[in-house]
């Protein structure tokens, strides 16, 4: 159960991240949340019911209900507009928990403690972003969600349902290196996205309102984009006497 969980643990955090880089439009995935998020809670208390009050089952269950309890809030904040701050501080709750699973499994499972030390960095974002309104880390931590989906997530999941979990040192070194690459490659393409919107060779005439006005006002569209006079600027019976043609660097 907790293998499928995860799995639909990646889809969520995939489509949460590429919401917050505007890829995914907010409805979309807050229909997806609330699906994800329900039926995770529907599974955990199936176990819950069954684990006829087992401790170590229960203990196994609680990351999941926290998760499927984030998934669900977010889809219903985001279709009903309830406002971030509620959310965000719940996941602050989420990132505390997620540190103390971390040290619950140092010892017994390296792997899985280092998995939940990455989520609680990506819960933290959350609640930095949301409860704090830190807007500037908006596109750090969609970048971050969409590396963790298959990293953190989808690869760990099908391990576990292949029965290849990893263990021991070396396995949780690699797991190591997998955060470096979430973290720092979320780090790397932020400042790569910044850079393309800031860059004035960048903007189009989509995105740059002054450029937009010349491509459209006639007044001052020039031959290099108008081909009925860029068909006269070369006509030469329409050209005055001893007057020049544009060079190719005037025009463009």
Known sequence: ?????????????????????????????GVSNVLIGGLQL??????????????????????????????????????????????????????????????????????????????????????????????????????????ASPLTALVPALLALTDRWPTGPAAAGVSVLGEVVVFGGAAALARRSARSTTDPTTRTAATDPATRAVATDPVTRTAATDPARRATATDPATTPAGASLPSATAAS
């Open 1 to 29: 159960m907790a293998s499928i969980c995860l799995i639909l643990s990646a889809a969520a955090l995939l489509l949460n991240g590429l919401t917050l880089l505007g890829r995914v439009p907010g409805r979309d995935s």
């Open 42 to 147: 529907l599974l955990c208390t199936a176990v819950a019911i069954t684990a006829d009050g087992s401790l170590p089952a229960l203990l196994a269950i609680t990351g999941t209900f926290l998760f499927g309890l984030t998934y669900l809030y977010v889809g219903v904040d985001a279709l009903a507009g309830l406002g971030s701050a509620g959310l965000g501080w719940f996941c602050g709750l989420v990132a505390v928990a997620a540190v103390v699973f971390a040290a619950i499994h140092v010892v017994d499972d390296p792997v899985l403690a280092v998995l939940w030390a990455g989520w609680a960095v990506l819960w933290s974002l959350f609640f930095v972003l949301l409860a704090l309104g830190r807007a500037s880390i908006t596109a750090y931590t969609g970048w971050a969600l969409v590396l």
